[in-house]
Nanobody
Framework: QVQVVESGGGLVQPGGSLRLSCAAS????????MGWYRQAPGKERELVAV???????NYADSVKGRFTISRDNAKNTVYLQMNSLRPDDTAVYYCNVDYYSGSGYMIAWGQGTQVTVSA
C-alpha cells in the first residue's frame, strides 16, 4: 500500500501565492519522477510540472515563470510553489508519484487539493 497525501490548497486572491506539498509513504522501494497535475471544472486533467530524481524539471507553458516544483528525496516529498496566481489557475491539483515497489514500477495519485483564485 502506498499513500500520497497533498496539502496546501485554499482560496487566494489574484496575484497571490500558495505552496502545495505532497508526501508519499508506504511500500516504496524508490521514488522516481514526481509531478503535479490539475483539473478545472469541465476540462481534462493536465500536467502542471514534473521533477525527476536528479531535479530535472518540466513545466506547462501556462505556468512557466510563475510556478516552481521542487522535491526532498529523503522525505519522498514534492512541492509546488505557485506565485502570481490567476483565476484560470483555479482547479483541483493532484500529485503523481512514479515509484518502484521492489517488484515493479507503479504510479500513485493523491486525492487532490482544491486551489481557488478569486477576488
Amino acid at each position: 500500500q502506498v499513500q500520497v497525501v497533498e496539502s496546501g490548497g485554499g482560496l487566494v486572491q489574484p496575484g497571490g501565492s500558495l505552496r502545495l506539498s505532497c508526501a508519499a509513504s508506504g511500500s516504496i522501494f524508490r521514488v522516481n519522477a514526481m509531478g503535479w497535475y490539475r483539473q478545472a471544472p469541465g476540462k481534462e486533467r493536465e500536467l502542471v510540472a514534473v521533477i525527476t530524481t536528479r531535479s530535472y524539471t518540466n513545466y506547462a507553458d501556462s505556468v512557466k515563470g510563475r510556478f516552481t516544483i521542487s522535491r526532498d528525496n529523503a522525505k519522498n516529498t514534492v512541492y509546488l510553489q505557485m506565485n502570481s496566481l490567476r483565476p484560470d489557475d483555479t482547479a483541483v491539483y493532484y500529485c503523481n508519484v512514479d515509484y518502484y515497489s521492489g517488484s515493479g514500477y507503479m504510479i500513485a495519485w493523491g486525492q487532490g487539493t482544491q486551489v481557488t483564485v478569486s477576488a
